[in-house]
């Protein structure tokens, strides 16, 4: 069982589309993070969310970290075929030197 | 600024071969580093990690091994390889004293024939 479970898994939508991915827990974590992965390629940093009830955003990406620190979402607006790639959410908790991935949310942007 | 070197690229071995992947770490000191395995499109796995010299925690038992013979390098090795390793590999670092944030390397292609 995952500590942090990642939804959709794959999502396929039209350019232009809105779309949301949730990340949810039943343990806090002291901070979240979002990653876009291309294929072959390593993870790359979007977005940290440290305070609970956090909202970031970064161009048409809207990042939001629950009131109690379990949960976060990531908001797409008006997807365009460069959001293709694969979305990981990852929790760091308090007192451990480790991070806790989702499984990871495939999305394909559809020209 | 700080970067994170992962070497080789991409390695094709035969089962029962001896494998070393390497990561280094320039622009920061005594980092955080991590060993992941990731299968295609999907989550990733921890491996080990190290909050020091010398100092690793293995976080699933199998057929690899980790050291960190020095602040910033960071070993996955293997005695005998199994087709299971096979896989995509990859580095992060993060801050010493809080993992805030992880950072990836570039990642290593392993395929065991």
């Known amino acids: 069982t995952q500590l942090l479970e990642q939804s959709p898994q794959f999502l396929s939508i039209q350019e232009g589309e809105n779309l949301t991915v949730y990340c949810n827990s039943s343990?806090?974590?002291?901070?979240l993070q979002w990653y876009r992965q291309e294929p072959g390629e390593g993870p790359v940093l979007l977005v940290t969310v440290v305070t609970g009830g956090e909202v970031k955003k970064l161009k048409r990406l809207t990042f939001q970290f629950g009131d109690a620190r379990k949960d976060s979402s990531l908001h797409i607006t008006a997807a365009q075929p460069g959001d293709t790639g694969l979305y990981l959410c990852a929790g760091a908790r308090y007192n451990f030197n480790k991070f806790y991935f989702g499984s990871g949310t495939k999305l394909n942007v559809k020209p | 600024s700080q970067t994170i070197h992962q070497w080789p690229a991409t390695l094709v071995q035969p089962v029962g071969s001896p494998l070393s992947l390497e990561c280094t770490v320039e622009?920061?000191?005594?980092?955080?580093l991590y060993w992941y395995r990731q299968a295609a499109g999907r989550g990733l796995q921890l491996l080990f990690y190290?909050?020091?010299?010398?100092?690793i925690s293995s976080e699933v038992p199998q057929n690899l091994s980790a050291s960190r013979p020095q602040d910033r390098q960071f070993i996955l090795s293997s005695k005998k390889l199994l087709l299971s390793d096979s896989g995509f590999y990859l580095c992060a670092w993060s801050v010493a004293g809080g993992p805030d944030t992880q950072y990836f390397g570039p990642g290593t292609r392993l395929t065991v024939l």
């Open positions: 622009g920061t000191s005594n980092p955080n």
């Open positions: 190290s909050v020091g010299i010398g100092q």
């Open positions: 343990s806090v974590f002291s901070s």
